[in-house]
């Protein structure tokens, strides 16, 4: 029975969730029961599809990635697929009525990373942002609404500000990995070699207004994403605040984490915050 392939497909989206983000699959046990699997669902295809352009050093990845961008086109049409996270994906691209064109600017994004090193102006970097973080936000918000038009369209540009601020936060924290291992410099205009505290403000400063956007659009989800999209938020928030205190040279020779019992604070504070409404 297909069903019980299925499962199997859902429950190795909710492993690899799991096993690659504590704090990803963390703020997704947040969410209501009904829409969870589907995040995990997503979360499983974004995740290999990023792991291919940057952990499998030692094997050709162009022929990885384009065996995974052919599976996933099978997948999508034949709504089946071997590989189980594509497989459970497929599953919730069609549930949602996921826009194709989100998933297609997911997928160049990624395929830049096999071989672009530097964003070098302000469009290459936004339009990178777009197709590596605010079309995952996208497709999210797709579960979140369950598949409303008009409530989408409403929160469309709010999701997106959100998904970017997740992705400057990660930019910001992994500058070592990025620069060192991958040789890659996302930021545009910035020295890394001699990160300095304008440049590092600068960033911050964008980051926050595009946090500022995105708690707006939380407040306005529906019950069962809020806390959860909410909780992601506090996470992110607390990360960039210990990179706001850190040092510029700190961060670009250290990557900065937010500690395991200091995530449990977040999430009772966040809880009293939510039950209050003070959000």
Do not use: W
């Amino acid at each position: 029975m297909k069903a019980l392939f299925d499962t199997v497909s859902y429950n190795c989206s909710k492993i690899v969730t799991k096993t690659y983000s504590t704090s990803f699959s963390f703020a997704t046990k947040m969410l209501a029961t009904s829409i969870r699997m589907d995040i995990y669902n997503i979360y499983g295809f974004v995740r290999f599809a990023d792991e291919i352009v940057d952990s499998f050093h030692g094997y050709d990845k162009e022929t990885l990635f384009n065996r995974f961008s052919e599976d996933l086109e099978h997948a999508l049409n034949h709504k089946i697929s071997l590989n189980p996270i594509l497989n459970a994906f497929q599953h919730t691209f069609h549930t949602y009525n996921i826009d194709k064109n989100l998933v297609d600017s997911f997928m160049k994004s990624m395929r830049l990373d096999l071989h672009k090193n530097a964003y070098l102006s302000e469009d290459e970097y936004k339009s990178y942002i777009y197709g590596s973080a605010d079309v995952v936000g996208l497709m999210c918000l797709k579960v979140f609404v369950k598949g409303n038009d008009e409530k989408y369209k409403e929160l469309k540009d709010t999701a997106m500000s959100l998904g970017s601020a997740f992705q400057k936060v990660n930019f910001l924290r992994d500058l070592k990995a990025d620069f060192d291992e991958l040789n890659r410099s996302y930021f545009p205009n910035v020295d890394l070699n001699n990160l300095d505290e304008n440049s590092k403000q600068h960033i911050i400063d964008d980051i926050e207004q595009d946090f500022e956007k995105g708690l707006s659009g939380i407040k306005k989800l529906p019950i069962e994403a809020k806390f959860g999209v909410f909780m992601a938020y506090r996470y992110y928030k607390q990360l960039l605040k210990k990179l706001k205190k850190t040092p510029a040279l700190q961060i670009r020779h250290a990557r900065i984490r937010v500690s395991n019992p200091k995530k449990v604070e977040l999430l009772m504070r966040g809880y009293v915050k939510y039950q209050l409404n003070l959000m």
